[in-house]
C-alpha cells in the first residue's frame, strides 16, 4: 500500500515556465511534508519543507501549497530553468521516528 | 567538508557473496538512516539508529544487518546477495529523530 502517491510520473516545461507536482496522502498521523531533489548520481536534498498548520510556504521560485482537508499537497517551481532538472520527491513522515514515506518521484526535464 | 559520506560508490559482485557499507556522518547528529532505491527510483526506508540504538527496521531481510559501531558511523552487512538486493544504497543522517534528513551520495550495488 502506497502511502504517498506522487503524479505526473515525469513532466517537461519550457524554460521560463512553472513545473507543478502534486502528492496526495492517506495517513492523517503525518505531520512533516518535506519534498526532496535528487540530481543524477547524487543522493536526495532536501528543498523545501511544510507543517500541516500552514496552507502554503514559499522559498524562492519553490512554493508548498498544502490542502490538510483533501490530503494533497503541491510542488510549484516559477520561473522554471535548466538547472531545475532532477527528480523531485515528495514525502511525508510522524514526527515520533523520524520515517519518512516517499512519494514515487517525478522526473522534470526544463527545455531552454 | 561536513557531509554524510559512504564508501564504496560503486560495489560489483556476484550473487551468494557476502559485502559490507560503510557510512560517516561529521554533522554532528544522533540519528543515521539507510534508505534503498530501486530501478524505478523508488525509496524506502530500511533502518534508522539513534545514539547506536536501533529504532525503525523495516521488513528488510535479515540477511542485512546494520552495525552502528558510535552515533557517526552506521554500516550496512549484506549476506548471500541475491539479485533483487541490486540498487542503490543511501545513508543519511538527521539531528535527533524530528528533523531534516541528510543523504549520502549512494553506493550502487550491482549483485550479477
Known amino acids: 500500500q502506497q502511502q504517498v502517491k506522487q503524479s505526473p510520473q515525469s513532466l517537461i516545461v519550457q524554460k521560463g515556465g512553472i513545473s507543478i507536482i502534486n502528492c496526495a496522502y492517506e495517513?492523517?498521523?503525518?505531520?512533516?511534508f518535506p519534498w526532496y531533489q535528487q540530481f543524477p548520481g547524487k543522493g536526495p536534498a532536501l528543498l523545501i519543507a511544510i507543517r500541516p498548520d500552514v496552507s502554503e510556504k514559499k522559498e524562492g521560485r519553490f512554493t508548498i501549497s498544502f490542502n490538510k482537508s483533501a490530503k494533497q499537497f503541491s510542488l510549484h517551481i516559477m520561473d522554471s530553468q535548466p538547472g531545475d532538472s532532477a527528480t523531485y520527491f515528495c514525502?511525508?513522515?510522524?514526527?515520533?521516528?523520524?520515517?519518512?514515506?516517499f512519494g514515487g518521484g517525478t522526473r522534470v526535464l526544463v527545455k531552454p | 567538508d561536513t557531509a554524510v559520506s559512504q564508501t564504496p560508490k560503486y560495489l560489483v559482485t556476484q550473487m551468494g557473496n557476502d559485502k559490507s557499507i560503510k557510512c560517516e556522518q561529521n554533522?554532528?547528529?544522533?540519528?543515521m538512516y539507510w534508505y534503498k532505491q530501486d530501478s524505478k527510483k523508488f525509496l524506502k526506508i530500511m533502518f534508522s539508529y539513534n545514539n547506536k540504538e536501533l529504532i525503525i527496521n523495516e521488513t528488510v531481510p535479515n540477511r542485512f544487518s546494520p552495525k552502528s559501531p558510535d552515533k557517526a558511523h552506521l554500516n550496512l552487512h549484506i549476506n548471500s546477495l541475491e539479485l533483487g538486493d541490486s540498487a542503490v544504497y543511501f545513508c543519511?543522517?538527521?539531528?535527533?529523530?524530528?528533523?531534516?534528513?541528510?543523504f549520502g551520495p549512494g553506493t550502487r550495488l550491482t549483485v550479477l
Open positions: 543519511a543522517s538527521s539531528l535527533s529523530m524530528n528533523n531534516e534528513q541528510f
Open positions: 495517513n492523517t498521523a503525518f505531520d512533516y
Open positions: 554533522l554532528g547528529h544522533d540519528t
Open positions: 514525502a511525508a513522515n510522524k514526527a515520533a521516528g523520524n520515517k519518512l514515506t
